[in-house]
């Protein structure tokens, strides 16, 4: 059993930055990967970047070379900066975790991950 707390949200200027962190409690936080989504008012859940337990990234189109994806296993977070936020970026930010004890799995869809925090509100204003 995985618990997630997403912290470091809230309201920014467009061109901003901004740090989100997910502290992660229970078992095994390093054998899992780990993930972050969005979701916009109206909208469907994104996938947005995921970590491997052995540091392999991969990022969605829309936030490939703005936002950075992070973990420190020794303390069970995980971390995403984002850079040269836009109004678009508007959205609740939820970490995710799945198992993956290979470390080399990534994983895009919402459905596989196991675990998923409580979400932390993104406002970016124009």
């Known amino acids: 059993q995985v618990h997630l707390v997403e912290s470091g949200g809230g309201l920014v200027q467009a061109g901003a930055s901004l740090r989100l962190s997910c502290a992660a409690s229970?078992?095994?936080?390093?054998?899992?990967?780990m993930g972050w989504f969005r979701q916009a008012p109206g909208e469907e859940q994104e996938f947005l970047s995921c970590?491997?337990?052995?540091?392999?990234?991969v990022y969605a189109d829309s936030v490939k070379g703005r936002f950075t994806i992070s973990r420190d296993n020794s303390e069970n977070t995980v971390l995403l900066q984002m850079y040269s936020l836009r109004p678009e970026d508007t959205a609740v930010y939820f970490c995710?975790?799945?198992?993956?004890?290979?470390?080399?799995?990534?994983?895009?869809?919402?459905?596989?991950?196991?675990?998923w925090g409580q979400g932390t509100q993104v406002t970016v204003s124009s």
């Open positions: 995710a975790a799945t198992p993956d004890y290979s470390g080399l799995n990534v994983y895009r869809k919402k459905d596989e991950y196991t675990y």
């Open positions: 229970g078992s095994a936080f390093r054998f899992h990967t």
């Open positions: 970590i491997t337990s052995s540091g392999g990234r």
